[in-house]
């Protein structure tokens, strides 16, 4: 069973930035996807950022331009870079790596923005 481990959230200021990591607990082969999610207090769990094995990455509109992710195949890891934080940006963030096969998820990871 493939486990995903999160790390990097905190707590920052309105402005700062934070970095998010996500591994595999074993290397992927193929396409799959693989990517972060978020779920504020009373809303729905949304997309934030995905990558493609391929290189191929997709955000949300809300983060476009504040936020970069990035991958590592042969290691089956995913970062996600957040700069210039907003109080709205407040949420859990799970990483979620799928393919044909599987479809897994992290634990989760807080990320608090508020001055």
């Known amino acids: 069973q493939v486990q995903l481990v999160e790390s990097g959230g905190g707590l920052v200021q309105p402005g700062e930035s934070l970095t998010l990591s996500c591994a595999a607990s074993?290397?992927?082969?193929?396409?799959?996807?693989m990517g972060w999610y978020r779920q504020a207090p009373g809303k729905q769990r949304e997309l934030v950022a995905t990558?493609?094995?391929?290189?191929?990455?997709h955000y949300a509109d809300s983060v476009k331009g504040r936020f970069t992710i990035s991958g590592d195949n042969a290691k089956t890891t995913v970062v996600l870079q957040m700069n210039s934080l907003k109080s709205e940006d407040t949420a859990v963030y799970y990483c979620?790596?799928?393919?044909?096969?599987?479809?897994?998820w992290g634990q989760g990871t807080q990320v608090t923005v508020s001055s």
């Open positions: 074993e290397t992927i082969f193929g396409i799959y996807a």
């Open positions: 990558m493609q094995s391929g290189g191929t990455t």
């Open positions: 979620n790596l799928n393919n044909w096969r599987i479809d897994v």
